[in-house]
């Protein structure tokens, strides 16, 4: 894999799909996804801060969910994706990659449910069945893989891009303007998207869905989710073949009790692989909160740590999206250069705000929970809940419910202390409520948020470059 100075790699372009079919559909998508970086195996962490431990030294810890004790070639991946893997810099599968491969790889296929901590390597162990999967000498679709957002699903694809740089794959997405209007066949190895456009595609049979022998779904808990995206999920399911049908595997570092349940029958039969309530969080991410002495206070606290958000890169979440919007002109206004991304903006200006972000030209990003899955950007050493994510932004049904969003909640967080870096989160609590749902979370995840004084910004760069050291 071609790495730039900064230590990019540039996704394969595919440009092998015949002409014929050519024709009938642009194998480039209109927007590609922006470089994802790559994992050197000993520089974790590029900021002014000293990082002390190795990856190297937490895959050997067998306490530590990047431990692994096979190598890549023990997992049973045939040579030219080993090749993918190695280019992109990975030595040694992690420990969800170490005992997912080989259950996912087995025949006859069986389905999956795979739960592991945010960054600790998920989509390798889907992609790489994806790619192991597809017979590359016929043109037809089969494998397909769903994801919650636009934003998840370009990185996803640039993942299946990289490492089957080796392999002919053919690729296509099913993501909004993506795809010309008046398009008719899709003969995508594997297409990546989101459900409604997935299921546009289906039903009008741009995708043959005849062939396809593997469905993934990442984020599997927020798409099977009855307040999420389950109904879409579930048509998408509807439409691919019965018997034999695909192999299914749903990956997520959480699955609360209601959603699990669903999964199973989802994914009858399933080889689990599960969490303890107590493993929930990555151990790298430090959990700090600040106690503002009202809304707007907040925001007075926010642009007091710019700095601070501006070592690394940092991504502030909001409850709304007019707050994102209303807080990054705000800033902007003062002299801050900031960006916003939320699911009201057109599709376009979504891609570019996230690509300008992972190539580090914005470093800080106001946002909504619409990527507060999934999205993977190495330098993301900070995360504000600036306002913490709770039940009734999850649909209809919890429209009274002002609990916290426990899942919710470890996703945002996990945004940062990707594969074993470190990293640290900050709540803002400005009242009662939100106290008191910010103690909800603490208990819940057993592990202790440490209060920083709003007043003094030395505490708060001491407390950061500790927790990141
Ligand atoms: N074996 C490996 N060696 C080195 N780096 C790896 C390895 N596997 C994955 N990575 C890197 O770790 C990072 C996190 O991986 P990934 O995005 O798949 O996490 P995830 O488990 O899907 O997280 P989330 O739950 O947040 O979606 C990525 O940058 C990826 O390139």
Known sequence: MEKDADGFYTPKTDGSKPEEEAKAVETQPATEPAPVPTSASTDLFSSTFEVTVTLADQQADPDSPLY????????????DLLKGVYALGFSKPSKI???????????????????????TG????????????????????????????????????????????????????AIKDNLPKD?????????????????????RKVIDSSEI???VLDEADNMLDQDGLSDQTLRVKNMLPRQPSPQIILFSATFPDHVRNFANKFAPNANKIELQKEELSVEGIRQFYMD??????????????????????????????????????????????VASLHGAKDAAERDSVIDSFREGREKVLIT???????????????????DLPLMNERGSQHSSDSRPDIETYIHRIGRTGRFGRKGISVNFVHDQRTWQQMEEIEKVLGKKIIRIETNDLDEMEEAMKKALK
């Open 97 to 119: 990659q170490e005992r997912a491969l080989p259950l996912l790889l087995s025949n006859p296929p069986q389905n999956m449910i795979g739960q592991s901590q945010s960054g």
């Open 292 to 337: 503002c002495r009202d809304a707007e206070h907040k925001y007075d606290i926010l642009v007091s740590l710019y700095q601070l958000l501006t070592i690394g890169q940092s991504i502030i979440f909001c409850q709304h999206r007019h707050t994102a919007d209303r807080i990054a002109q705000r800033m902007v206004a003062e002299g801050h250069k």
């Open 368 to 386: 909504t929970n619409v990527i507060a899955r999934g999205i993977d950007i190495l330098q993301v050493n900070m995360v504000v809940n600036y």
């Open 122 to 173: 998920k989509t390798a162990a889907f992609v790489l069945t994806m790619l192991s999967r597809v017979d590359f000498s016929k043109n037809k679709t089969q494998a397909i893989c769903l994801a919650p957002s636009r934003e998840l699903a370009r990185q996803i694809m640039s993942v299946v891009v990289a490492m089957g740089k080796f392999t002919p794959v053919q690729t296509e997405y």
């Open 68 to 79: 692994s004790a096979k190598s890549f070639e023990e997992l049973g991946l045939n040579p």
């Open 183 to 203: 398009v008719t066949r899709i003969t995508a190895h594997i297409v990546v998207g989101t459900p409604g456009t997935m299921i546009d595609l289906l039903r």
């Open 213 to 215: 022998k593997v469905f």
